[in-house]
Every structure is written in structure tokens, then in C-alpha cells.
């Protein structure tokens, strides 16, 4: 009897301990999705502190700490939102894991900011507003900010909607819009936002039609030839020599013009002499790899699967060398503007400058990125590693063609567009696949429209989204920009 009371007492501890851990686990996981943008403040607030630090002026410069918060602010949502077009696909084709993708990626975009970042950047946001036009340095200085906290806040703003936007992009349509609330639309340089508007069309048509011819080649030449394996040792090595080509030449163009003076010829001489030689080193390598591979798709994708990530992890340094500096220009402006007291079309980015975007490209990478990654890589069409990495050689590619014709292209708008190329140039091989299937065995019955509907290998519903939101980038940038402008010179004075 004496038992009885001691074995309530424990009872009752148990059942209370097990109401404390349900709470801790509901409180866990109440608090987890705080746990992201938590980190992301932090990294914000250090930034602002060591512009603090670094500038070394007193009286502190809380113009320039100000900048220097809402620089790492976007350098975080380029992170999340821009760098998904270069991961994705690879993550989707199953050549990466998430984590691995995400390493990968911030090794490389931080690698490219820092080692092959341009450092003259055109605050201006290539020629979008003329500078000259601007009264003073200060109306000069608030323009900018409020481009840069627009820029910032759409690309957030795209992130959470699930919609890859163009970085770059924002920045032009944050700086036209302070342009024109601060000077008028005389600022602005219309025949270069004509230009940019036509890259809205242009990039990602090229860099979907340019996906498209490589997937019909490695379609016809590989996977429908009797022997793949034979095809794809002859094959696969030539595709990667183009891969290391154009890539090549496209980081002499972007990167070493901090070493040397280097034109359109130059670069390609590079490129196809390191193609060349990228060839003679991978053909060895496929034909080892390849020895004892069944007959088979699945054999093709363990081929495929390594030249997809190097040029994944290629195309992100080929992101961290052009589109940081972009991002991070507006920031750069304001630090030469207060140093200097005038501005100028281009500037020399200081390198802390360039630390906070690789680092904050970094931080945004691993809190936010793998929403978009997901979304880029397998929620648009399926992918697999030879569709993937005729998405990664087509976004390089493009780049070269456009930086050729002079066109100011988005990235972003090349590697989706390259995706949705794969997909549609897939429906239309699977329904030309059925007519014929159809002319040959007349009495098979065809399939109902609905059914038709339901095969379709794009999601549409992702296509128009991204497609709406492509459309309203810049004037959504711009009016945003033009709003916090005038709000901003109303609060100081």
C-alpha cells in the first residue's frame, strides 16, 4: 500500500515530462521556418558593421553603413533566387544531391565575384541614366540607394512566389525608375532600354532553341543508335570539348580583362585551343569509363553525369564574375560618391564591396536556395543528365552570342528559357513520335484531346508565371524605385 502514492507520483512526473517535450518539439518546429531569415539578419547587420569598421571615418558614415545593409540584403536574394538556374538542372537530372549543389555553387559563384569579378563596374547599370543630368551628389547617392533597396525587394519578392527573375534586371529597372523620379525622363537612355527589352525575348528564344539543337543531336547521334555506348564514346567527348571551349572563352571575355586586354577574336582563339585540348584528355577518360557499360539509357546518364556538374560548377563562376559585380554596382556608386564627392559612369569596386555580395550570395545559396532549385530543376519539365547539360552548354553559349551582338542579356533568362526548350522541343518529338506511330498502324486508336492535354511534358502554369514575372521586372523595379526615392529625399530633408 505504502507503493501506491510513490507510483502515482512518478505517473504523473511521466506524463508531465511528455507534455514538456511535445511543447519543445511543437515550439522547434513553430520556430524553424524564423531559423533562415534569422541567420540572413545577422549577416546583414555584420556587414553594416564592418562597412563601419572598414571605412575607418569619423564621424561614422551612416550613408554608406546604410548602402552597405541593403548591399549584403541583395547579395542574399541573388543567392536565392539567380543562382538556382545554375544548379538546378543538374540537381534535377540527379548528378547532384542538394547539399552537394549548394557547395558547389557558393565555392564557385564566391570564386568568381572575387577572382574574375570585373573591378570597373558601371554604376549606371550600363548606361541606363546619365549621371550628368543628376543635380548634386547627394540626389546622385539617394537614386541609388533606392535602386539598390527596390532591386533587393522585388528579387525577395520573386523568391517567395517561386518565380526565377533576372538580378541584373532589377538593378536596371531600380535605377531608371530613381533616374526618372530624380532628374525626369529625359535621364533616362531609351535606346538602351530598347535594347534590354529586346533581350527579354531574344535570350531566352536563343538559349532554348540553342538547348533544343544539342538534345535533337545527342538524340539522333547517341540514344537512338543501335550501339549507344560506341556513339557515346565518340560523342560525348566532342560535346564536352565544346563545353570547355565556350566556357573558355567566355571567362577570357569576363575574367581576364582585369590581366590583359582581351577582344571577341582573342577569346575564341582561347576557347577552341582549350577545347581542343579537352577533347584529347576526355576521350581516354569515356573510353576507361566506359568499358563493360550495358547497352542502355541508364549507362548513358553515369557518362553524362560528370561533364554536367563542371559545367554547372563552371557556369556559376561564369555568374559570380558578371552578374555580382552588376548587383553590387549601385553600392559601389554610393562609396565612390561619398569618398569623392562626385560620381562617375564607372567605378572601382572596393574589395570588401565584393566580399559582401560572394558572401552574401553564399548565405542566401544555403538559406533560401533550394526552393528555387527545386522548382528550376525538376518542377518545369523532367530532366535528366543529358537533357541538363544541353541546358548548362546552351546558357553558355547564348552568353557568348549575345556579349558578340552586344546585347545586355540576363543569365536567369537563358538557363529557364534553355529548360523550357528542352521541354517543348520533348513534346514535340513525342507527339511527332505518335503521328507516325499512328500512320503506321491506322487501326491504333488515337488518343482524346484530354489525354493529350494531360501528357505535356512543360508545366504551363510555372511557364506563365515565369513569364509574367519577366514581363513586369523592370517597371516594377522602376516604380518601386521611384516610390522609395521620393520617400527617402522626404525624410532627409
Not at 558547389?104 to 569579378?117: D, K, M, P, Y
Not at 559545367?311 to 562609396?335: E, M, Q
Not at 509574367?468 to 526615392?485: E, H, K, Q, R
Request: net charge positive.
Amino acid at each position: 500500500m505504502t507503493d501506491e502514492p510513490q507510483r502515482r507520483q512518478w505517473k504523473t512526473l511521466d506524463r508531465d515530462l511528455n507534455r514538456i517535450a511535445i511543447l519543445e518539439n511543437a515550439t522547434g518546429y513553430v520556430s524553424k521556418p524564423m531559423v533562415g531569415p534569422g541567420i540572413a539578419l545577422v549577416f546583414i547587420v555584420l556587414a553594416g558593421l564592418a562597412a563601419a569598421i572598414l571605412l575607418g571615418t569619423t564621424p561614422i558614415n551612416y550613408v554608406v553603413v546604410a548602402a552597405a545593409v541593403f548591399g549584403a540584403y541583395m547579395a542574399v536574394n541573388i543567392g536565392a533566387n539567380d543562382v538556382a538556374n545554375n544548379m538546378g538542372p543538374a540537381v534535377g537530372a540527379n548528378a547532384l544531391t542538394m547539399g552537394g549543389a549548394i557547395l558547389i555553387a557558393a565555392i564557385a559563384e564566391s570564386a568568381g565575384a572575387l577572382l574574375a569579378g570585373g573591378d570597373v563596374v558601371s554604376t549606371i547599370s550600363k548606361g541606363i541614366i546619365d549621371p550628368s543630368i543628376m543635380a548634386t551628389t547627394d540626389i546622385f547617392i539617394w537614386a541609388m540607394m533606392a535602386a539598390l533597396i527596390s532591386a533587393a525587394l522585388w528579387v525577395n519578392l520573386a523568391t517567395w512566389l517561386g518565380a526565377p527573375v533576372s538580378t541584373t534586371h532589377s538593378v536596371v529597372g531600380g535605377v531608371m525608375g530613381a533616374g526618372i523620379a530624380a532628374a525626369g525622363l529625359a535621364a533616362v537612355n531609351w535606346p538602351t532600354m530598347a535594347k534590354i527589352a529586346a533581350s527579354w525575348v531574344i535570350s531566352p528564344v536563343l538559349g532554348g532553341i540553342i538547348a533544343a539543337l544539342f538534345l535533337a543531336l545527342i538524340k539522333s547521334r547517341v540514344i537512338y543508335q543501335d550501339d549507344k555506348i560506341a556513339a557515346a564514346r565518340r560523342w560525348v567527348p566532342i560535346l564536352v570539348g565544346v563545353m570547355a571551349g565556350v566556357f573558355s572563352a567566355y571567362l577570357a571575355l569576363k575574367g581576364l580583362k582585369r590581366v590583359i586586354k582581351i577582344d571577341m577574336q582573342d577569346a575564341l582563339i582561347i576557347g577552341a585551343a582549350i577545347g581542343a585540348l579537352s577533347y584529347a584528355i576526355t576521350l581516354p577518360l569515356i573510353r576507361r569509363q566506359s568499358q563493360g557499360m550495358e547497352n542502355r539509357n541508364k549507362s548513358l546518364k553515369v557518362l553524362f553525369r560528370l561533364p554536367l556538374v563542371i559545367s554547372a560548377a563552371l557556369l556559376s563562376f561564369a555568374h559570380g564574375a558578371n552578374d555580382v559585380a552588376n548587383a553590387v554596382g549601385p553600392l559601389a556608386a554610393i562609396v565612390h560618391a561619398t569618398e569623392f564627392g562626385d560620381f562617375a559612369a564607372k567605378v572601382v569596386i572596393p574589395t570588401w564591396v565584393m566580399v559582401i555580395g560572394a558572401m552574401g550570395i553564399s548565405f542566401g545559396l544555403f538559406l533560401f536556395g533550394p526552393k528555387l532549385i527545386r522548382m528550376v530543376g525538376s518542377q518545369i519539365t523532367k530532366l535528366n543528365p543529358m537533357r541538363a547539360f544541353c541546358v548548362s552548354l546552351s546558357a553558355a553559349i547564348t552568353v557568348i552570342v549575345a556579349s558578340g551582338l552586344g546585347l545586355p542579356v540576363s543569365s536567369t533568362h537563358i538557363a529557364v528559357g534553355a529548360v523550357f526548350g528542352v521541354g517543348f522541343f520533348r513534346e514535340w518529338h513525342m507527339e511527332r513520335r505518335l503521328r507516325n506511330s499512328s500512320a503506321k498502324r491506322p487501326q491504333k486508336k488515337a488518343l482524346a484531346p484530354e489525354e493529350r492535354r494531360r501528357r505535356k511534358l512543360v508545366r504551363r502554369s510555372h511557364f506563365m508565371t515565369i513569364l509574367a514575372a519577366w514581363v513586369i521586372t523592370v517597371p516594377a523595379a522602376a516604380v518601386m524605385s521611384a516610390g522609395i526615392y521620393l520617400l527617402l529625399t522626404t525624410l532627409v530633408g
